[in-house]
C-alpha cells in the first residue's frame, strides 16, 4: 500500500455528498463529461453483462445510461451517502431502476464473483488504499469480468493546491493518485491487461467564490484527516485570494483536473483457486478487446 499522509476522512465525506445530493446534478457538469467519455470507452470492449455494478453511482445519471446500453442486465448501484442513492432510485422507469446499496468501496457488501461489470466514474479518489479497493472490485468479478474507471490523479486542482501553499502548509486539497500508482496498484491486486491513460480538463470561472462554491457543492472540498478544522483567519483567506487571482488568465480563474481513465480484467483463473469453468462468449470477448 502507498503511504497516504493525510487520508480521507470518510464520515466526512460521506457527510459532504450527503449535504450536496440535491444540488449535486446542477453543478457536475466535468463529472456528466467523464462519464460520458468512460460510456464512450466502454463501446470498444464486446460484453453482455448480466450483472453491473455501478460503484460511486451518486444521484444515478450514468447508472441510467448503462441500464438502457445494457436493457438486460439487473444493475447495482452501489454509493456511501444515502441521499444520493435516494434520487437515483427515482430515475428512469421503475422496472429499470437499479438495486440501490449503501456502502463502502474499499469493503463491498456483495458476493465473491457475482458480477460481469464494474463500472466507476470518479469515485476511487475517496478511497485510502487503492490496491485493497481494486482487490475488492476484482473479489466480486466473475472470471473474465470487466472493470472500467475513472478517477482523478495527482494534477488535479493543483491551482489550489499551490496557491494554499503559499499561505500555510495544512492540507486544503485532497491527495490524488499518481497514474503510475493507478496502474502498479491494479497490478498488484492481480488483474489481468490493465490499461491506464490519462487527459487534463480545465474549468474556468469568472470569480473565485464561485468557484469554492461549486467545489462545495459537489462534495469535492478537502476531506484531508489532517485538514485544519478551526476558522480560517481573515489574513489567511486575503493571502490566499491574491495568491489564485495571480493565476487568472484571459480574464478566467482555472481549475484543472487530470482525470485518469483505466480498464483491466478478472483473471480467468483465479491464483487462490483450483481450475474454473469458462465460457467461450468470455474468451470471445477478452480477444475482441485485445
Known amino acids: 500500500m502507498t503511504e497516504i499522509r493525510y487520508p480521507i476522512d470518510k464520515r466526512e465525506a460521506r457527510r459532504s455528498f450527503g449535504r450536496a445530493a440535491r444540488g449535486y446534478d446542477r453543478v457536475a457538469v466535468l463529472q456528466r463529461e467523464v462519464g460520458q467519455g468512460l460510456l464512450e470507452r466502454l463501446e470498444m470492449i464486446r460484453l453482455r453483462p448480466a450483472v453491473i455494478l455501478d460503484v460511486g453511482a451518486g444521484t444515478?445519471?450514468?447508472?441510467?445510461?448503462?441500464?438502457?446500453?445494457?436493457?438486460?442486465a439487473r444493475l447495482i448501484a452501489l454509493d456511501f451517502a444515502w441521499p444520493m442513492l435516494a434520487l437515483a432510485r427515482k430515475r428512469g422507469v421503475w422496472w429499470r431502476r437499479p438495486r440501490c446499496v449503501c456502502g463502502d468501496a474499499e469493503q463491498l457488501p456483495l458476493r465473491d464473483c457475482s458480477v460481469d461489470l464494474v463500472f466507476s466514474n470518479l469515485t476511487l479518489q475517496w478511497c485510502n488504499d487503492l490496491e485493497h479497493t481494486f482487490g475488492e472490485l476484482l473479489?466480486?468479478?466473475?472470471?473474465?469480468g470487466c472493470l472500467m474507471f475513472s478517477t482523478f490523479g495527482t494534477d488535479t486542482l493543483y491551482e489550489l493546491?499551490?496557491?494554499?501553499?503559499?499561505?500555510?502548509?495544512?492540507?486544503?486539497?485532497?491527495?490524488?493518485?499518481?497514474?503510475?500508482?493507478v496502474g502498479d496498484a491494479m497490478l498488484r491486486a492481480r488483474f489481468s491487461d490493465p490499461v491506464v491513460d490519462m487527459e487534463k480538463m480545465a474549468l474556468t470561472y469568472q470569480d473565485l467564490g464561485t468557484l469554492l462554491r461549486e467545489i462545495k457543492v459537489?462534495?469535492?472540498?478537502n476531506a484531508s484527516a489532517g485538514r485544519h478544522r478551526g476558522l480560517t483567519g481573515k489574513?489567511?483567506?486575503?493571502a490566499f485570494r491574491e495568491a489564485y487571482e495571480r493565476r487568472r488568465r484571459n480574464g478566467l480563474l482555472p481549475a484543472t483536473y487530470e482525470v485518469v481513465?483505466?480498464?483491466?480484467?478478472?483473471?480467468?483463473?483465479?491464483?487462490?483457486?483450483?481450475?474454473?469453468?469458462?465460457?467461450l462468449e468470455v474468451l470471445r470477448r477478452r480477444g475482441s478487446a485485445g
Open 60 to 72: 444515478g445519471a450514468v447508472t441510467a445510461q448503462l441500464a438502457n446500453r445494457f436493457p438486460r
Open 161 to 181: 493546491r499551490e496557491s494554499w501553499a503559499e499561505v500555510d502548509s495544512a492540507p486544503h486539497v485532497s491527495r490524488f493518485a499518481d497514474l503510475h500508482d
Open 139 to 144: 473479489r466480486v468479478l466473475k472470471p473474465g
Open 235 to 238: 489574513q489567511k483567506l486575503r
Open 218 to 221: 459537489l462534495g469535492a472540498h
Open 261 to 279: 481513465y483505466g480498464h483491466a480484467w478478472a483473471p480467468l483463473q483465479r491464483a487462490d483457486a483450483g481450475q474454473v469453468e469458462v465460457s
